[in-house]
């Protein structure tokens, strides 16, 4: 997909908007990542797909799922947390619409990196007390 310009990408959407635009978010690439590392920035397609979808709420939806790592290396709070950092690098005020959406993603994800930090404390504290 990184070889579709945006202007191609959004004409294909725009044939068939309701179906194409979410279906679009969940393929397209739409933040900068190199291998595992954390993603450090959104690109342009994602605030395109955005700003032209018919039901801008859908595709957002699309997008913060995609937040969500499957795994990868290191600390999988340190990626929680990366990923809440990148949603909120994502300008939407001039999209008033989904403000709700997006305090909701927000908070799914605080509570994602609460959840695994405390599980990663844990299981810190089990391997150093067996060297006790």
Do not use: H
């Not at 957002?60 to 799922?65: G, H, L, Q, R, T």
């Not at 305090?103 to 299981?123: F, G, H, I, P």
Request: hydrophobic fraction near 40%; charge should be negative; aromatic fraction near 8%.
């Amino acid at each position: 997909m990184d070889a579709v310009p945006d202007a191609t990408l959004v004409a294909w959407c725009e044939r068939d908007p309701v179906a194409r635009y979410r279906f679009a978010a969940a393929i397209a690439t739409l933040y900068n990542q190199k291998n595992d590392e954390n993603p450090d920035g959104w690109r342009d397609t994602a605030r395109t797909l955005l700003s032209k979808a018919p039901d801008q709420e859908a595709v957002f939806e699309e997008i913060a799922s995609r937040l969500f790592p499957t795994g990868g290396v290191g600390s999988l709070s340190s990626q929680y947390e990366a990923r809440l950092k990148l949603l909120g690098q994502l300008d939407l005020s001039d999209m008033p619409a989904l403000a709700a959406p997006l305090a909701k993603a927000k908070d799914a994800l605080r509570k994602e990196v609460d959840a695994w930090r405390s599980r990663e404390t844990e299981q810190d504290r089990a391997r150093s007390g067996r060297f006790e």
